[in-house]
């Protein structure tokens, strides 16, 4: 149970900095449609709107290289 609690913490934080990044450089291709998908107004509810910075930040969906792994470990399986 803590190995499944620190590889979700890692793949927590493992997100939050691929997304300081991605917006810190602005997205291309494919990342660049998903963020308009993601952003598009008419999907967002009144409090979504109403939400700070913070909390549509942790909205959006962010892949990164462990959890494109481990979603290969559990396909294997």
């Known amino acids: 149970a803590d190995d499944d609690e620190d590889l979700r ?3 927590e934080k493992a997100r ?9 450089k602005g997205a291309s291709g494919p990342q660049a449609i998903a963020l308009l998908a993601s952003s598009n107004p008419s999907n967002e ?6 939400s700070t ?3 549509s930040r942790e909205n959006k969906v962010v892949f990164t290289e462990m959890e494109e792994f481990v979603w290969g470990l559990h396909i294997d399986e």
């Open 53 to 55: 910075a913070g909390e």
């Open 16 to 24: 939050r900095l691929a997304l300081k990044k991605q917006e810190e």
């Open 9 to 11: 913490k890692s793949l």
């Open 45 to 50: 509810t009144v409090d979504d709107q109403n």
